[in-house]
């Protein structure tokens, strides 16, 4: 049984940080890409950061050179920096993997999601 689980978040301060961590744990094959979405009350979901498992990075626009997506191969482990923290990343952030199991085939595992909220 493959599951994420993720740790960090909480209440910050505008301008504040705060690191999020998620570590993919079961019977694993292959870790292809690994980042991180959020979601909002009534909103979609949106993707915040990808790393793939070479390293490769991708950001969306609204947290470029504030978040840094990092991951660990050798520990299975995907972490975000978060800094410069506005109010509107208030949000609920998830972490994703796209995971071979040891045993069946390639899929999206999701965290049980993590609250942050940045004070104004």
């Known amino acids: 049984q493959v599951q994420l689980v993720e740790s960090g978040g909480g209440l910050v301060q505008a301008g504040g940080s705060l690191r999020l961590s998620c570590a993919a744990s079961?019977?694993?094959?292959?870790?292809?890409?690994m980042g991180w979405h959020r979601q909002v009350p009534g909103k979609q979901r949106e993707l915040v950061a990808v790393v793939s498992s070479g390293g490769s990075t991708h950001y969306a626009d609204s947290v470029k050179g504030r978040f840094t997506i990092s991951r660990d191969n050798a520990k299975n482990t995907v972490s975000l920096q978060m800094n410069s923290l506005k109010p509107e990343d208030t949000a609920v952030y998830y972490c994703?993997?796209?995971?071979?199991?040891?045993?069946?085939?390639?899929?999206?595992?999701w965290g049980q999601g993590t609250q942050v909220t940045v004070s104004s």
């Open positions: 079961g019977s694993i094959f292959r870790i292809n890409d």
């Open positions: 994703k993997a796209n995971i071979i199991p040891a045993v069946g085939f390639r899929y999206d595992y």
